[in-house]
């Protein structure tokens, strides 16, 4: 089992839809999670992070974390064709001075006009 | 205040040759952690630096080497090079320990031929 799993997709959205992003994750101890975008040829751009359960949201963003479930999904609302890009799950593992992250494979979402 | 810079963007070499990529990170960033991105691993975990002192390492052969100055800039550094070993390698930084935001450089795509 990968440590952090996200569907490949490709995802395919309509314009002004919610698009829907999943990862679940292996380490039960994990504490940081976080969702990167990363457009083709680009470096991953930060999106959002999340540390408790429950729901944060940042503009069109809403990131929700469920520990006992072990699953973290990204919601964006009102999606744009400049959401297209692959989006990217990392999550941290919790003991101190281990803060590395791991990254599922990353969904690739593709905003239809 | 500057983002992660990384030198050279691109480079091409041939199979047997060495490398060596520079990452010079946020302004009061300590922690320079380095990553692999290919099209069939994703992102990976090389190594992590911090003070000068290689805190974290992933699972890469030991051609895969790096090392941090007092400045907190890094290098990373691979030997006997092989076509597998073409890649997107980034570096991300964060303040110090703990569970922060690692903020991404734009990432040296290297060609083996």
């Known amino acids: 089992q990968k440590e952090v799993e996200q569907n490949s997709g490709p995802l395919s959205v309509p314009e002004g839809a919610i698009a829907s992003l999943n990862c679940t994750y292996s380490d ?25 359960n429950g729901d944060k949201e940042d503009g069109r963003f809403t990131a929700q974390l469920n520990k006992a479930s ?4 990204l919601l964006i609302r009102d999606s744009q064709p400049s959401d297209s890009a692959t989006y990217l799950c990392a999550v941290m593992a919790a003991n101190f001075g281990n803060e590395k992250l791991t990254f599922g494979t990353g969904t690739r979402l593709t905003i239809i006009p | 205040k500057a983002g992660v810079t990384q030198t050279p963007r691109y480079l091409i070499k041939t199979r047997g040759q060495q490398v060596t990529l520079s990452c010079s990170p946020i302004s009061g960033h300590r922690s320079v952690s380095w990553y692999q991105q290919t099209p069939g691993q994703g992102l990976q975990f090389l190594f992590e630096y911090f003070s000068e002192t290689q805190r974290n390492k992933g699972n890469f052969p030991g051609r895969f080497s790096g090392r941090q100055f007092s400045n907190s800039r890094s290098e990373m550094n691979v030997s006997t090079l092989e076509l597998g070993d ?3 390698y980034l570096c991300a930084t964060k303040g110090g320990g703990g569970q922060e935001t690692q903020y991404f450089g734009p990432g040296t795509r290297l060609l083996v031929l």
Do not use: D, N, T
């Open chain 1, 28 to 52: 039960r101890g994990s504490q940081s999670f976080f969702w990167y975008r990363q457009y083709s040829g680009k470096s991953p751009e930060l999106i959002m992070f999340i540390y408790s």
């Open chain 1, 70 to 73: 072990q699953y973290v999904s």
């Open chain 2, 86 to 88: 073409s890649a997107l």
